[in-house]
């Protein structure tokens, strides 16, 4: 039985796709399964496990769109046991073409339902709003895991998007859940940090993961040579950060 986890944050720029990324590979290096989805057209997802998004015949929008079955898009082995739906920008217009079909919501959970079992975990990259990609994503997911960023505005939209998740789980999915708060840039220097840390305890009656991802030069580095944190520098802060995340994902949390 698998268990598909949704990234989501409608706020650019906190960390999803770093999260989708080494969070995936770190589960694999523990023995996993696992199936990367690329819903965001900027498709960074899929550089940052090498792929050339851009000479990808069949990504996540020819499936939407019923242009290819599932096991056409579906690239094997990226790094081991990690598998990858791509996406690059033709998944912008998306969005436009699924406004009359029926149904919508649940593209991507029907054609998952195909494949999904034959992995340990399915993570899902959202794209930074909270669109049609999103709601697909959310309907097929079992459950959220939303990065958030150690800065002043990190609770602002964060109410939204639990607003988002508790509306799908009434009409569109009941079984969502949300799986937990992940804190990333953070630096225990600064008082900020912190703070932000405390105001979210604070105010959110929701799971927060004991790991905080770091400011890290390698984790920003690694994306460019299109491989994952724990392969490409194992022994840094961040390599070990979503290493020990990975272990509570598959602890359940606790």
Request: charged share 20%; hydrophobic share 40%.
């Amino acid at each position: 039985m698998s268990k598909v986890i949704a990234i989501a944050n409608q706020k650019g720029g906190v960390g999803k796709t770093t999260t989708a990324i080494n969070l995936s590979s770190c589960l694999a290096a523990k023995g996993k399964k696992v199936l990367v989805i690329d819903m965001d057209p900027q498709g960074n997802t899929s550089s940052g496990f090498g792929v050339n998004k851009n000479e990808t015949e069949n990504t996540i929008y020819e499936l939407i769109l019923g242009e290819c079955a599932v096991e056409e898009c579906l690239m094997k082995d990226v790094v081991e046991n990690v598998s990858l739906i791509p996406a690059n920008v033709n998944l912008a217009a998306a969005e436009i073409e699924l406004i009359d079909v029926d149904k919508k919501e649940y593209i991507l959970k029907n054609e998952l339902d195909w494949i999904k079992d034959q992995f340990d975990y399915v993570v899902i990259d959202c794209p930074p709003s909270l669109s049609m990609l999103t709601v697909n994503a959310m309907t097929t997911a079992n459950s959220v895991l939303v990065p958030i960023q150690c800065e002043y505005y990190a609770l602002e939209g964060l109410s939204q998007l639990i607003y988002t998740v508790n509306l799908v789980r009434e009409r569109l999915n009941p079984a969502l859940t949300i799986e937990g708060i992940l804190f990333t840039m953070y630096d225990s220097r600064t008082n900020l940090s912190n703070q932000v840390v405390e105001n979210v305890k604070n105010h959110l009656n929701q799971r927060i993961y004991k790991t905080m991802i770091p400011r890290n030069i390698r984790l920003a580095e690694a994306p460019s040579y299109g491989i994952p944190i724990n392969i490409y520098d194992p022994k840094s802060a961040g390599a070990e950060s979503y290493m020990a995340l990975a272990e509570e994902v598959i602890n359940g949390g606790y």
